[in-house]
């Protein structure tokens, strides 16, 4: 087990760039089970996550050997192997997405009811039952989801809440699917976007991506591709928040701006100066960020991946500010740790009442999951003293050499053994 140590107060200066999209690559690598043969897969980032994903393939009998961000996977397929096991999916949600390519390819499948971040609910009986409408026949039982299907067949599938990985799920069984799959309320998020391209590429036939509508025609069969993964958003996001906590001026390269409206809306709201052209963000901060209130939506309102970054700026602010969280109910389990650095912050029902003015003092600090990892970082860079910030296999889930990226900007940060 490993902590981070930050000695805050050191302001930001340089230039960053972001790393690959881990919600983009785990779908665009579950997908490669659709067609055998080989695939170059570029601007993977190197996570747990990604790691995670990797065993679950080779579980399948597809080899994924990663060079720096570059991937090559190789699918041999084998109809045999559709089990991707309890010890694997475990640590990791978006295990669940090899569920729909599993079925459509190998026309069964047996996958773990998935673990991960213990941020609240999140079901996967929106994919089960949208599977079920296209023909599969499902059980659970033992923990595990079973579903066969000789042939999937288009459907309409009317989502009752919003999903992103069941918008993923339901889009990759739809592609050798018999006839059109509509998927209505769908999710809009640009790894939505990404993964439809990347299945584009492979032959699908896919409209309305980005839309609350997507269509899918079915086609016979798909065929090996090579793709770049699009940039983090969020990691993008979290170096605005750590510039506008902290205070300096940098450059964040290879950002996906097109992505980020609502949030980079709101750091303008703050206060934070910016300067933006299609991929690079150069960010100022040189004042305390003024209070400002979000309500976390699905895209492309501000996204609930950002609320806890957000969070540690706001406690910097001056003024009141008020955050509701709209999507997972348990998303607050770093205000306690917020809340031991000086932080004022009051909970009530889905919103926490943030008082800024206070100052933030170094304090050991726990992270609960991956982005509540990432808003005590923000935080530390801006405390008086040292924090440590213990549990930080959280944060190396969903960031790629974070440390390292800050610590090139003049941050104090230094990782060691427990």
Request: net charge neutral; glycine share 8%; hydrophobic share 45%.
């Amino acid at each position: 087990m490993e902590k981070l140590v930050i000695n805050g107060g050191n302001k930001l200066f340089g230039e960053v760039r972001i790393s690959g999209a881990k919600n983009s690559a785990l779908p665009i690598l579950s997908a490669v089970l659709l067609a055998e043969g080989e695939y170059l897969i570029k601007n993977v980032p190197q996570l747990r996550d990604i790691s995670t994903m990797f065993k679950v393939l080779d579980s399948l009998g597809v080899t994924a050997k990663q060079i720096d961000n570059d991937v090559t996977v190789i699918n041999t397929e084998n109809p045999e192997l559709f089990t991707a096991d309890y010890e694997l999916v475990r640590t990791m949600r978006a295990s669940v997405l090899v569920l729909g390519p599993l079925l459509a390819k190998r026309s069964a499948a047996k996958v773990s009811l998935p673990g991960g971040c213990a941020i609240g609910e999140r079901p996967v009986d929106l994919h089960i039952k949208a599977l079920a409408q296209m023909g599969a026949e499902i059980d659970v039982e033992h923990g595990y989801i079973n579903a066969q299907c000789k042939k999937l067949k288009g459907a309409e599938i009317v989502f009752d809440i919003v999903t992103v990985t069941g918008t993923e799920n339901i889009m990759m069984a739809a592609c050798l699917a018999d006839g059109k799959t509509v998927i209505k309320n769908a999710a809009q998020e640009p790894e939505i976007v990404d993964l439809a391209r990347f299945l584009k590429k492979m032959g699908a036939e896919i409209k309305g991506e980005g839309t609350k509508t997507i269509e899918i025609t079915g086609v016979k069969s798909l065929n090996p591709a090579n793709y770049t993964v699009m940039p983090d958003r969020i990691e993008a996001g979290t170096f605005l928040a750590a510039v506008a906590a902290a205070g300096g001026n940098i450059t964040i390269k290879d950002s996906p701006v097109w992505a980020m409206n609502s949030v980079i809306e709101k750091f303008k709201e703050i206060g934070l100066d910016m300067d933006i052209t299609d991929n690079t963000i150069v960010a100022r901060m040189e004042q305390k960020p003024k209070a400002v209130d979000i309500t976390t939506l699905p895209y492309p309102g501000f996204p609930t991946d950002m609320q806890a970054q957000f969070m540690a700026v706001m406690a910097l602010s001056e003024g009141l500010s008020v955050i509701t969280e709209n999507i997972f109910e348990n998303r607050f389990m770093h205000v306690a740790e917020l809340k031991r650095m000086g932080a004022d912050i009051k909970l009530k029902d889905r919103s926490a009442i943030v008082k800024g003015g206070n100052k933030l003092t170094g304090a050991h600090v726990m992270a609960s999951d991956l982005r509540a990892s990432a808003s005590l970082v923000v935080a530390a860079l801006a405390a008086d003293g040292e924090s440590q910030v213990h549990r930080i296999y959280h944060l190396d889930r969903g960031y790629e050499k974070f440390d390292e990226k800050l610590k090139f900007l003049g941050a104090d940060i230094k990782r060691e053994k427990e």
